[in-house]
């Protein structure tokens, strides 16, 4: 167990919706990295937070946003929801913002799109 | 910009025999390696990680990678394969910027 929590594990959910996904991370930890693994594209990084802060932006569509709240849990919204957003979706997070920060995974939130 | 590739996207050892799973990274600055493995139906792992201090890293569950910057790799061996470790494994490099660079995968069986 990382400590970093994740809900809901599986979402079902038609074209054209719009879901949340949630985050909590370990104790400690100011950081928040959000990642898509599908089978097309690999292992991708999203975007990151840090204490609040939007820090990083990888491949996140237009359609995606995130934020981070106060008490540090993520939230990543995914909006006009294509078939090919099906995807397992990884929040990691670490101490720091930048460095050698070790990143440690939650168990994912699988979302197929139907 | 960094990015990092896994030769082999399936490899299969006998239980007992060693396991070899190759890296190569690309990086314009010193990087940071990591390695990850994945169970079915689970999250991601932390098997080991090189942040510059020993080149030979030792991780868990009996696995250990070499830096070699002069090859550009950070392969990941075992001497001896368990049943266990059958599972998909992830080298990836990471920067400054903190984001992780992952490679495409390596799924190990272990034939019994």
């Known amino acids: 167990d990382s400590g970093v929590t994740q809900t809901p594990k599986h979402l079902i959910t038609a074209t054209g919706q719009r879901v949340t996904l949630r985050c909590s991370p370990r104790s400690g930890d100011l950081s928040v990295y959000w990642y898509q693994q599908s089978l097309d594209q690999g292992l991708q990084f999203l975007i990151q937070y840090y204490n609040g802060e939007e820090r990083a932006k990888g491949n996140i569509l237009e359609r995606f946003s995130a934020q981070q709240f106060p008490d540090l849990h993520s939230e990543l919204n995914l909006s006009s929801l294509e078939l090919g957003d099906s995807a397992l979706y990884f929040c990691?997070?670490?101490?720091?913002?930048?460095?050698?920060?070790?990143?440690?995974f939650g168990p994912g939130t699988r979302l197929t799109v139907l | 910009a960094q990015s990092v590739t896994q030769l082999g996207s399936h490899v299969s050892v006998s239980e007992g025999a060693l396991v070899l799973l190759r890296c190569n990274y690309s990086s314009s600055v010193p990087p940071y390696l990591f390695w990850y493995v994945q169970y079915p139906n689970q999250g991601l792992q932390l098997l080991l990680k090189y942040t510059s201090a020993a080149t030979l890293v030792k991780g868990i569950n009996g696995f250990e990678a070499e830096f070699k910057k002069s090859e550009t790799s950070f392969h990941l061996t075992k001497p001896s394969a368990h049943m266990s470790d059958a599972a998909e494994y992830f080298c990836?490099?990471?920067?400054?910027?903190?984001?992780?660079?992952f490679g495409t995968g390596t799924r190990l069986t272990v034939i019994p």
């Open positions: 990691a997070s670490s101490p720091g913002g930048t460095g050698e920060n070790t990143q440690y």
């Open positions: 990836a490099v990471s920067t400054w910027a903190n984001n992780l660079f």
